[in-house]
């Protein structure tokens, strides 16, 4: 079985301020993929990053940047400098090996940056 | 790559009454998909389709429920007789052979009343 924990409900930093939302996921497949989406107030769902599990090597994107480290079963996302326009909810969402076509969502972690 | 579009955008019915939401346009070769998310909560997979087929449902996805590309491009969710639990956004999604990446319309918001 699949499951991704998103233990931050809700987080709210000022502007500018650098913020990380935490992944902890389970799976017993060998092969996974992980994935890290945006949901601003508009609903849509914007992909942001996918990571393969035999890939531990770290990501920066700009402000973003992700934290992969299997040992601890964890996929973290830090915004550096944080802006009004991050404010929204951040899902994390694991895929299983060839033959699991679903992707299992976290709860989700609203972030709110006041300015 | 194509993108995934979704109607309507907001769709109110009375429960009991059937629904049939869409996802435009679409493309051989790819693997396609429904989520759901009820309100303040997470994103749920239904149904994964490829090749005309329903290839894993989840235990969301009962009889009320169906798929199909109904003139080999669209592709619809239909539920059969609402309920008020069903009020939720709908999401179409879709990825390429080989690639595992996601990409998700704009979703539907269907209310139950």
């Known amino acids: 079985a699949q499951k991704v924990t998103q233990a931050q409900t809700e987080i709210s930093v000022v502007e500018k301020e650098d913020v990380t939302l935490d992944c902890v996921y389970e799976?017993?497949?060998?092969?996974?993929?992980l994935f890290w989406y945006k949901q601003p107030p508009s609903g849509e769902l914007v992909f942001l990053i996918r990571r393969n599990s035999f890939d531990e090597q770290n990501e920066i994107s700009g402000r973003y940047s992700w934290n992969f480290q299997k040992s601890t079963s964890s996929f973290n996302f830090t915004i550096t400098a944080s802006q009004v326009v991050d404010s929204a909810v951040y899902f994390c969402a694991l895929k299983g090996d060839f033959g699991n076509e679903k992707l299992t969502f976290g709860t989700g972690t609203r972030l709110t940056i006041i300015p | 790559e194509p993108e995934v579009t979704q109607t309507p955008s907001h769709q109110v019915t009375q429960m009991g009454q059937e629904v049939i939401l869409r996802c435009v346009p679409i493309s051989n070769h790819l693997y396609f998909y429904w989520y759901r998310q009820i309100l303040g909560q997470k994103v749920e997979f239904l149904v994964s389709f490829y090749n005309n087929e329903i290839s894993e449902k989840s235990e969301i996805f009962d009889d009320q429920f169906s798929v199909e590309r109904p003139d080999g491009s669209n592709f619809t969710l239909k539920i059969r007789s609402t309920k008020l639990e069903d009020s939720a956004m709908y999401f179409c999604?879709?990825?390429?052979?080989?690639?595992?990446?996601?990409?998700f319309g704009s979703g539907t918001r269907l209310t139950v009343v």
């Open positions: 799976t017993r497949d060998t092969t996974y993929y």
């Open positions: 999604a879709r990825r390429v052979q080989g690639v595992y990446g996601y990409t």
